[in-house]
């Protein structure tokens, strides 16, 4: 994993963030038409190009002091859905240190350094975090090669969620999702899943260390699509969304068009009134 760009010193109301360096081509693939989203700008993220095994596989925007991801961003691969059951979780060395490595590495089975939680989430953070389970924003059945799969097993594409949703209303989601982008898009699917926060936090050793999720929500965008397809399927291309609250109750997904999603975000006030997904082109998503 490599950090490719860091946004300093920005304020929500007065200044603007600023990247110290452009995301790099090879990275940019992941983005529809190489654009992040906009309108997310926040003092404490960081941009991530999501490296394993040599290749980059997705980015993820990071939060260093909540520390969970605003949201990872990726292309999605047609696949049966199958999970890795014997991936061990990993972390991203340079966020904490300055290392020679720039992909993700597995948890060391030995004392960490106090740096490694600075400015990332260990494995001891969910460990007694009993009411929530680790959820991962790029999940490894939108992936096929099993390197990419891999590849979402690291923290810093993980939020804290609550098991029911995580198990039974998400993961249904996400089938869904994969079910109709195998079927339906003809083409290139950019993919983009994030979160909304509120304040809420999960503490350890009386410090706050993970923020816990108000909203999940993802969006995608798959302008080559079988024009033939039925009409229930027809109207979510080519792009659609879908949101949900991280809680217990009134936690269904409502699916609505990216337009929609965007409003509802910037009344939560997480994300500026200049927030834009995808951004517009003469196909635009």
């Not at 929500?12 to 997310?40: A, D, I, Q």
């Not at 190009?49 to 980015?59: D, G």
């Not at 490595?101 to 030995?110: C, I, Y």
Request: glycine share 4%.
């Amino acid at each position: 994993m490599n950090p490719i760009a860091s946004l300093l010193n920005p304020s929500w109301g007065n200044r603007h963030s600023k990247v110290e360096k452009e995301l790099s081509p090879e990275c940019k693939e992941f983005l529809y038409m190489g654009t992040p989203p906009r309108g997310l700008e926040h003092h404490s993220v960081q941009f991530i190009c999501q490296y394993y095994n040599k290749k980059p596989r997705y980015v993820t925007l990071y939060n260093t002091v909540d520390h969970i991801p605003i949201y990872s961003a990726y292309i999605f691969k047609r696949s049966e859905g199958e999970k890795c059951m014997d991936v061990p979780w990993m972390y991203e060395p340079q966020l904490s240190t300055s290392s020679e490595t720039d992909e993700m590495q597995p948890f060391p089975r030995s004392y960490m350094h106090m740096n490694f939680e600075d400015a990332q989430a260990v494995l001891d953070d969910y460990t007694n975090a009993i009411l929530y389970e680790r959820g991962t924003l790029n999940p490894d059945e939108h992936q096929n090669e099993p390197d990419d799969k891999a590849a979402t097993y690291t923290l810093t594409n993980v939020v804290p969620v609550m098991p029911e949703v995580n198990n039974l209303i998400w993961d249904k989601q996400e089938h869904m999702i994969r079910k109709r982008l195998n079927n339906y898009c003809r083409g290139t699917a950019h993919i983009v899943t994030g979160v909304t926060t509120s304040g809420k936090m999960i503490r350890r050793e009386n410090m706050n260390r993970i923020a816990v999720p108000t909203y999940l929500w993802s969006a995608y965008c798959c302008v080559d699509y079988d024009h033939n397809t039925p009409f229930m399927n027809r109207f979510k291309f080519p792009s659609f969304a879908y949101y949900g609250l991280n809680e217990d109750e009134n936690n269904d997904m409502v699916e609505v068009s990216v337009q929609k999603l965007e409003e509802f975000l910037k009344k939560t006030e997480f994300v500026s009134q200049n927030f834009q997904i995808f951004v517009d082109t003469k196909e635009s998503c």
